[in-house]
């Protein structure tokens, strides 16, 4: 399936503390993949692999 160029629109903060994170990803190199601050693994919308994502020690909530 071709891509449109239409992107996801990006998550809001939580009421939590919990927030996205966009990161690399290390497999294509699509710069903006979304990650909640506290997941462990990230998964790319881009080529649909998952990769280890380091959980930001600010987050409020363990995944």
């Known amino acids: 399936m071709a891509r449109l160029g239409l992107r ?12 996205p994170d966009y990161v690399t990803c290390p497999h294509c190199g699509e710069l903006e ?8 693994e990230a998964r790319c919308h881009n080529c649909g692999k998952t ?11 363990e995944s």
């Open 33 to 40: 993949v979304e990650v909640w601050c506290n997941e462990k």
């Open 51 to 61: 990769f280890e994502h380091k959980a930001q020690p600010e987050c409020e909530k």
């Open 8 to 19: 996801p629109a990006p998550a809001s903060p939580r009421a939590d503390g919990v927030y």
